[in-house]
């Protein structure tokens, strides 16, 4: 065992002849390697945070004005504010290398007033949204305000390469939006859904609110977004993620897939390596800082406050709240194989192990012999299991001895690496394997993913890879990035064998086997299982691979991609479903520091119109197309307001956390929080890093991701624009609900989506000039 050899890597024993030293120079030298590469990164983290600490302008500058200074004072001219004599006289002599010190502290003075002046300049230059709404539309001008915004912050922004951390300091808070403001958004949002008699009670509830416990709960949070970085991200952490009781499994993990008409090996052990070398490498670029932050439009930064969990981080359950425990450095990951686990070694000699090495421990484990020990196999399906019996089960069985010790090493991997012994496979003409192929990766059997990791990585036994990550450390974009990065290289990565290029330059360590005493909690282990398992087969998921057009189209429509299969969505649920019904569109506030998400309603008033137009065959073509615009306008601005910081849910959850803490009872907060969400939405985003050349290589883009549905009686729903003609859709649905069929709403989307084509078809015939009839709707 390892964890044996280590103990006694170094002891002594007193005898009648002296001291008796022994001791073992390979895990000596190993503990020597580990102590550097960690003052390594403390000392990388100290040179960044200074770097961070006067972005965006440059250290080096210091040596200038200092260099100034120094030249001024020797030649008779005073420094500005006559700095270096005020600094002078309160040091012990008046000699020249005083005189130095002196110019050195005024120029640091100086130094500093101008960084903090231009990063604050920044930070009040990206408080500034006006840009966001400027229209898009050919011809349109440009405001003159937002002109010259934008010259100044592409200034600002490229004055110095940034660090992925530079911008934060220059990040503005959150703005909360007034009590009065968000009930007219929640009131406008809601009409759609509700009867004249309902719809008049809500009002009434909203202006009561308004009128009364509001105002009480708003000044509360005044407070805490005058104080806290962000006022919504901490609790929305804690109490949607942390506190929540349900399995992480279907309900909170999600999932991604490989780049599904790429097929670069079928041998498991090279991609496994490839992947596994990939993603250490991005560890790698996050640690150091060295990853460019997310610039939209090149110049408007991107909070990269989630990316600090992205690795070395677990999610640990309580009774009655979970934590999130991130491990400062990690040197190595754990493999799970046919229900053992292993500990694998991902450095040597202060170096990550290359891919040809990696391949070399991965296939020792395929060629292992070794069998699970009694609960091994299933043990995963406690991190499946409700939060709080995992708890109990965890305070019981795994708080000493083995147990632990193996589920800290799980824990403190840099993530979990699943060697499946099933392929994933894709065949357009057989839809079903890649339905299966997402269902592998949402939930496996589920005891072969480690739910509670940051993530686990999944590989096939033909080569396919694909993720299940948690939730709570981030938000998809951030695996999307990452899931791109790899992409971008893992092309390059094999020979013409299949095999990982190069050749190892030494034996790498060989994997070791966890140790457990799995017997006390046989019978635990066996409830998680037939829960788990009882809880994927309630669950059917549907890949669409609609191939008939994608954003080329849409574009040449004058509309946004996103706001345009947002409505072919509306239109489907209701031939679905005969009804609308409250619909979730994640969107992103990182335009704001440590800022996550914030809920689009896409089913509006103007989007309810044209889909009763579309049910109705006396309404003109013509009509339905402006009534089509008019909906995806109405749209674009609530995704635009959302982006901005005028959501409506993030500052509803915010006010009821408050009324909870007071205990005080709010009608209208109470029946706000529990309206079920039977269309849950997410546009997984791509082109976050230039290392992808889609013209280059256009089938390394990956199939996008899912998650499961969040209302028992509705559907989870997430689409990727994956190419000018090319649209991935997972859809999620409970078997147990009579009123969903992933299958019948699969159907129901590609005629929404073929019926809006034949629409703007038409409408293109009947207007020979099509860009002047047709509108914008600003892309996002």
């Not at 046989?522 to 994608?550: F, P």
Request: hydrophobic share 40%; charged share 20%; net charge neutral.
């Amino acid at each position: 065992m390892a964890e044996a050899h280590a103990a006694v890597a170094f002891s002594f024993a007193i005898t009648h002849e002296g001291f008796d030293i022994n001791y073992d120079h390979e895990v000596l030298n190993l503990v020597w390697n580990s102590g550097v590469r960690s003052w390594k990164k403390r000392l990388a983290r100290a040179r960044n945070g200074v770097r961070n600490g006067v972005y965006p302008a440059h250290i080096q500058s210091l040596w200038l004005i200092s260099a100034i200074a120094l030249g001024l004072h020797f030649a008779g001219y005073q420094a500005p504010f006559n700095l270096t004599n005020r600094v002078l006289v309160h040091l012990p002599s008046n000699t020249t290398n005083w005189q130095v010190t002196a110019c050195f502290l005024a120029a640091l003075v100086i130094w500093l007033s101008i960084c903090f002046t231009m990063r604050y300049t920044l930070k009040l230059l990206l408080m500034y949204k006006g840009w966001m709404y400027e229209s898009r539309a050919p011809g349109s001008r440009v405001s003159l305000p937002t002109m010259l915004w934008v010259a100044v912050v592409r200034v600002l922004s490229s004055w110095n390469k940034p660090g992925l951390y530079s911008f934060q300091g220059s990040l503005p808070r959150l703005p909360l939006p007034s009590v009065k403001d968000t009930m007219t958004r929640y009131l406008r949002s809601v009409r759609p859904l509700l009867d004249d008699d309902n719809y008049s009670r809500m009002e009434r509830l909203a202006k009561e609110f308004e009128q009364n416990i509001g105002k009480k709960l708003q000044w509360y949070l005044v407070l805490k977004s005058w104080w806290s970085t962000n006022y919504v991200s901490d609790w929305w952490e804690e109490y949607v993620y942390l506190r929540g009781r349900s399995p992480l499994c279907v309900n909170s993990n999600f999932y991604g897939t490989d780049a599904i008409f790429m097929n670069l090996t079928n041998k498991q052990a090279a991609r496994a390596a490839n992947v596994v070398h990939l993603l250490l490498n991005f560890r790698r670029l996050i640690e150091h800082q060295e990853l460019q932050p997310i610039m939209v439009q090149g110049m408007i930064p991107l909070c990269s406050w989630q990316y600090e969990r992205t690795f070395n981080t677990a999610r640990v359950p309580g009774l009655e709240t979970d934590r999130i425990i991130h491990y400062k450095d990690s040197n190595h990951i754990v493999v799970l194989h046919k229900g053992c686990y292993y500990k694998m070694i991902i450095y040597h000699k202060g170096r990550i192990l290359r891919p040809c090495e990696l391949q070399v421990q991965i296939e020792e484990i395929l060629k292992a012999k070794a069998t699970p020990l009694d609960g091994e196999e299933h043990l995963a399906a406690l991190t499946a299991w409700n939060r709080s019996k995992w708890a109990e089960a965890r305070n019981t069985y795994f708080s000493r001895g083995v147990n632990h010790v193996s589920l800290r090493t799980i824990e403190s991997a840099a993530f979990v690496l699943s060697l499946d012994d099933e392929p994933f496979e894709f065949d357009l003409e057989r839809p079903e394997l890649l339905d299966n192929f997402g269902k592998k990766l949402l939930h496996g059997n589920g005891y072969n993913r480690w739910f509670d990791k940051c993530f686990t990585v999944c590989v096939a036994t033909n080569g396919r890879v694909g993720f299940n990550a948690e939730h709570t450390w981030a938000d998809a974009p951030v695996l999307g990035h990452l899931w791109e990065y790899i992409f971008g290289d893992d092309i390059y990565g094999y020979d013409e064998a299949g095999d990982t290029k190069g050749t190892p330059e030494f034996q790498p360590p060989l994997p070791t086997r966890l140790s457990w005493d799995l017997t006390p909690c046989l019978s635990k282990i066996d409830e998680a299982t037939v829960d788990v398992t009882k809880l994927i087969n309630e669950v059917n998921l549907r890949i669409l691979v609609h191939q008939e057009y994608g954003k080329g189209f849409m574009k040449k429509c004058r509309i946004s991609p996103d706001a345009y299969i947002q409505m072919a969505l509306q239109l489907a649920y209701y031939r679905d479903a005969g009804r609308f019904s409250l619909t979730y569109e994640a969107s992103m506030t990182r335009l704001f520091r440590e800022g996550r998400t914030e809920t689009v309603r896409p089913c509006t008033i103007e989007s309810a119109a044209w889909v009763k137009a579309m049910q109705n065959q006396s309404i003109s073509n013509d009509e339905r197309v402006k009534m089509l615009q008019a909906a995806c306008d109405r749209h674009q601005l609530g995704y635009q307001d959302s982006m901005c910081g005028r959501g409506i849910d993030r500052h509803l959850f915010c006010l009821y956390v408050v009324s909870k803490y007071l205990e005080v009872d709010s009608p209208f907060l109470n029946e706000v929080l529990s309206e079920p969400w039977r269309l849950s939405t997410s546009q997984t985003p791509h082109g976050q890093t230039p290392k992808m050349d889609l013209k280059k290589h256009p089938n390394c883009i990956s199939a996008g991701g899912g998650f499961g549905p969040v209302a028992d009686d509705g559907y989870g729903v997430s689409y990727i624009i994956a190419g000018e003609n090319l649209i991935f859709f997972h859809i999620s649905a409970k078997t147990t609900c009579q009123q969903t069929d992933v299958h019948r709403f699969s159907e129901n989307i590609s005629q929404a989506l073929a019926d809006i084509r034949s629409m703007f078809e038409q409408h293109i015939r009947d207007h020979p000039k099509p860009a002047k009839s047709i509108q914008n709707g600003a892309s996002t």
